[in-house]
């Protein structure tokens, strides 16, 4: 049993001004600790991106007992950018923006999410829960082996500019625990 329990629902517009928030405080914590995640440059498309991920119901909030937003993720399809026909990019789910706010670090809600979303690519017939992030963060690449993903590939795609391109994949249906969070999904079914 979980200490933390928290809902997932899809991300509106009344939730921009949230998301953009966690987005902002999550660039300060990673700037003051010298971690190179995203850079100055791409704060104005960041913004846009989240903005599109909202009206495209693809970007959802994760909200505590109190109904305060504290984490937000997006659930997608594939970057073909980075994913090749080779592999099957239908086959997966696509995990992005995950951003947890400060005030809820070390109680596991990023596993807590990446729990829930692997569930939904389950359930959604998936076969993996996939992501991709900065390519040499290699903390944030242990991170995820931690949790059950194992490393694809590291790409640098021609003719965009990113610094995204480390490749991660994990089974659709596996959890890794114990957790002392947990999320359930508001009003579509208990994940």
Known sequence: MSDDNYR?????????????DLRTEA??????????QWTPDYDAYARRVLCDAVAAG?????????GQVVATVSLNGADLDFWTAADQPDTGLYLGKMIVARSHAGRQLGDAIMNWSSIRAYRAGKRWLR??????NENLH???LDRGFTHVRTVAPPGRRTESGAL???????VTGPLTSDVS??????V
């Open 185 to 190: 999904e508001d009003d579509t079914g208990t």
């Open 58 to 66: 693809t970007a959802w909030v994760v909200v505590d007992d109190g």
């Open 142 to 144: 242990a991170y995820y």
């Open 131 to 136: 992501l991709d992030c900065r390519r040499d």
């Open 168 to 174: 991660f994949q994990r089974p659709a249906g596996q």
């Open 27 to 36: 660039e300060d914590w990673l700037r003051r600790r010298g971690i190179r």
């Open 8 to 20: 997932a629902r899809p991300a509106t517009e009344a939730d921009i001004a949230a998301i953009v």
